[in-house]
């Protein structure tokens, strides 16, 4: 991960500096915005990895940085925030972020987050790697998705979870399975993501999803093409 490069979008510009000097420490190039603004200007101009992103911050909020990025950019998001309600970390992670990291918090906690997710969501760069099933096409090559021949958004790991139910068509996998699949074994955060990130996809994938997602009550979801 040497040279990967970070931006961290936060106003309080101590924590700015203490998450800098740790990045820096492990080879990563950082970036620093203090307010929304400033911030959605440099990811376009400075093309980052990684972007760590404060919820409250003058000018655009965490959550309209998310919502504006989400729809034509899959760049890797952790949210930073003092709320540590169950409602802000869920909504976080359906407007795309793909870790949740509330403050106060240990930067070597953060910087093992960061690492965690970067792994996950390095692309496989060669050919190939198609799934096709009827009205729906998985390139994992291009991590692209279309339902019924229209392109369909999807964050990294909404993609992710989609690809590993449906490589294994009619395989059960427990919560805690696809957890440690798709967000990997070191991943610190809530079983409930996976619940949550499930709930997301059957919504982009609109009517084909109840046809693919079948949800194994009290253990987990499997792939399973069905009729209508």
């Known amino acids: 991960m040497q040279n990967e490069k970070v931006l961290i979008i936060d106003d309080d510009k101590n924590i700015c500096q203490i998450l800098k000097e740790y990045f820096e420490f492990e080879n990563f190039q950082v970036v620093i915005a203090n307010d929304g603004a400033e911030g959605l200007k ?15 911050l003058p000018e655009m909020n965490g959550w309209e940085i998310c919502q504006n990025l989400r729809p034509q950019n899959d760049i890797p998001i952790i949210m930073l925030s003092a709320k540590t309600k169950e ?10 972020a793909d870790d949740y990291v509330t403050k106060p918090f240990s930067p070597k906690e953060v910087i093992a987050r960061a690492k965690a997710v970067l792994r996950r969501t390095d ?34 790991k909404e993609f992710d979870v989609l690809w590993t139910l449906a490589f294994s068509p009619r395989q059960v996998f427990p919560r805690e399975k696809l957890l440690k699949k798709v967000w990997g074994y070191d991943y610190f955060g809530d079983i409930r993501t ?8 059957r919504k982009k994938l609109g009517e084909q999803a109840n046809k ?6 009290g253990v987990g979801y499997k792939f399973e093409v069905t009729e209508d």
């Open 212 to 217: 693919y997602i079948q949800t194994v009550w």
């Open 87 to 96: 409602t802000d970390r869920i909504t976080g992670l359906e407007l795309g």
């Open 194 to 201: 996976v619940d949550t990130h499930i709930k997301s996809l």
């Open 123 to 156: 692309r496989d760069e060669t050919d190939g790697d198609l799934l096709q099933y009827p009205n729906l096409e998985i390139n994992k090559s291009y991590r692209v998705v279309k339902v019924d021949g229209e392109q369909v958004s999807l964050t990294p």
């Open 42 to 56: 440099k990811v376009e101009v400075e093309n980052p990895s990684l972007i760590i992103l404060d919820i409250m």
